[in-house]
């Protein structure tokens, strides 16, 4: 039998006021050897109609001057907001029942909130409810099985939860998930590339460097030669420059020999000193392509060649013309042209700038294209060859796939930090989509830490139709993946940067603390979860605390997340002032 604390006096469509007993104004009561909870803000209490009960959380009190007792006191008025109903021993979320005045109000015994939180025979638990201090064990089935967005602004605990919810899994579940799952960490700012999430038996690390090379993130040759991966690399517009590199990836898978590409480049040279009336630009992307392929002597012949612009010709300093005859190309440059080999170790990247100078050179002289058109992607390949080489290795050999691989941005330009995350996505989503089954037999979760760096539409250091072609596939990947087993999950300090089409396809959510008000005017109008007295906590909430709520929860909770062991923790500490100023 539970404690009588008071009884029903008004029903206010889904907003109930009961009457609270004097006596029953203590914070915490012990009954038949049963621990209870007073009535107070945030704690539970249930209505008995008929054979149900119904759970009401507190959400206000106030002293009805209106109403006096039998005491002569004014009367202690308590709202309450039915949040379920308890029926043969069980839980149902949702107000299915509504009370009558004069139902009898009872306090909640403690065991029953695991009942409430569904965390019953679990043991998957981060951390305890903030108030009640009862550990929570999260439906792991339902919430690994969406995209999840952890937010909270900095120093609010959000890099621990996001380590602890996956370090808990791996502990529990590595062995079952190794060769079913993958996890990706995108780590901007280096914080998982030690002892954190799981064991290194399990792990691969890519810490990537544009300034000094360090580890190169393996790309496979079918991902690297295709329009889109290279549009995206190099930033092509739509409509000019995507199908220029359309011809150039056509053009390699045709002819994919050695062989077929040294042919390919001779016979270029030829072409561009045996035309008539030759752009002058061609002069400057011959020479492009010979300084590629590292070629002194033909390099040392180009260096006397130069344009005659009332001629419109090539012609060299002893008076040598390039005519249509071929004549002077033979007798100048063909035979260091047909010794021509190409240099050891040619990257995919460098063979991929030498065939658009080559396919430049083609349509220029085919009159398909204007160079204006077609020489900022150029720049852009000459300009993004330095760092993509440092960072990316295109491979024909087996690529390691391990449960969990962290790549590190950390010492990355800002240019990779906003192209690389975008192509690592594409390079596990579209394989992972082509072979994937129905359902799908394997997964793939994508972390992306401090993801407002690459999903946030208030970037301007590039163009927008760069931008919306990567928010776009970031869109399609979140409302897309979860058919084809492939989920997101988001950390970020600003959720009101990301695109609020990201944002509304996110299951569930781990807030912490926010104060902005566009964070919290998103949270408002995204999160249809959510109720308006864990809304008003968030501002306030404390370092480790967050509210947890979205589709694989019953109700919104208020967590306190457990600190990680040290040796477990993010790299994302604060500094310590008073340490590093010791004398």
Not at 67 to 73: A, E, G, S, V
Not at 233 to 240: E, G, I, K, R, Y
Not at 552 to 579: G, H, I, R, W
Request: hydrophobic share 35%; glycine share 6%.
């Amino acid at each position: 039998m539970s404690i009588l604390v008071g009884e029903v006096i008004a029903v206010n469509g889904v907003k109930v006021s009961i009457k609270v007993f004097e006596e029953s104004n203590k914070d915490t009561l012990f009954y038949d050897g049963t621990k209870y909870k007073g009535v107070s803000i945030r704690e539970y209490v249930q209505i008995e109609r008929g054979f149900k009960k119904i759970i009401c959380i507190v959400e206000g009190e106030y002293l009805d001057e209106k109403r006096i007792d039998d005491d002569y006191h004014h009367v202690r008025t308590v709202d309450l907001k039915p949040i379920g109903y308890f029926e043969a021993g069980k839980f149902f979320e949702g107000i299915k029942h509504l009370p009558l005045i004069k139902d009898p109000v009872y306090l909640l015994e403690e065991n029953k909130l695991s009942d409430i939180y569904g965390n019953v025979g679990g043991d998957f638990v981060i951390g305890n409810l903030l108030k009640e201090e009862f550990p929570v064990s999260l439906p792991w089935q339902k919430l690994f099985n969406s995209h999840i967005g952890i937010f909270g602004n900095t120093g609010s605990g959000k890099s621990n939860t996001l380590t602890n919810l996956y370090t808990t899994l791996f502990d529990k579940k590595i062995e079952s998930i190794n060769g079913k799952s993958q996890f990706v960490v995108v780590d901007f700012n280096g914080e998982y590339t030690n002892g954190q999430l799981t064991t290194p038996q399990h792990k691969s690390i890519y810490n990537l460097n544009t300034r000094n090379q360090e580890d190169l993130f393996p790309l496979a040759k079918a991902e690297f030669w295709d329009t889109d991966t290279l549009s995206l690399l190099f930033q092509a517009t739509q409509n000019t420059q995507k199908p220029f590199i359309n011809r150039i990836v056509n053009g390699k898978l045709r002819f994919d020999t050695d062989d077929n590409f040294l042919n390919y480049i001779k016979s270029t040279y030829g072409k561009v000193f045996s035309v008539a009336s030759p752009h002058p630009e061609l002069l400057d992307l011959i020479r492009d392509i010979t300084n590629i392929l590292d070629n002194r002597a033909i390099k040392s012949t180009l260096k006397t060649v130069a344009y005659h612009g009332n001629g419109n010709k090539f012609y060299t300093n002893d008076g040598t013309y390039f005519n249509a005859d071929g004549a002077g190309y033979r007798n100048k440059l063909e035979d260091d042209v047909d010794a021509l080999t190409l240099p050891p170790g040619l990257s995919d990247l460098d063979q991929f700038s030498i065939r658009c100078h080559i396919q430049l050179i083609r349509d220029l002289i085919n009159g398909y294209v204007q160079f204006d058109f077609i020489q900022p992607l150029l720049k852009r390949i000459d300009s993004s060859l330095s760092n993509l080489t440092k960072v990316i290795q295109v491979t024909d050999g087996p690529i390691p796939n391990k449960v969990v691989t962290i790549i590190s941005l950390r010492k990355c330009n800002q240019d990779i930090k906003k192209v690389l995350p975008l192509l690592i996505a594409k390079h596990y989503y579209n394989p992972h989509k082509a072979s994937v089954a129905n359902p799908p037999d394997k997964t793939i979760h994508l972390i992306i830490d401090e993801a407002h760096n690459v999903l946030s539409q208030q970037s301007t250091r590039e163009s927008e139709s760069w931008k919306d072609y990567r928010l776009e596939t970031f869109e399609e990947i979140i409302k897309e993946g979860r058919k084809f087993g492939i989920f997101l999950t988001l950390s970020s300090q600003r959720p009101a940067d990301i695109s609020p089409t990201i944002v509304s396809q996110i299951h569930n959510f781990f807030i912490h603390r926010l104060v902005n008000e566009r964070d919290l005017f998103l949270i408002d109008n995204t999160i249809s979860t959510l109720d308006s007295m864990s809304r008003n906590m968030i501002p306030n909430l404390s370092r480790g605390s967050c509210v947890i709520t979205g589709a694989a929860f019953d109700l919104p909770m208020l967590l306190q997340v457990d600190e990680l062991e040290k040796e477990k923790q993010p790299d994302s500490e604060d500094v310590n002032l008073q340490t590093l100023w010791t004398e």
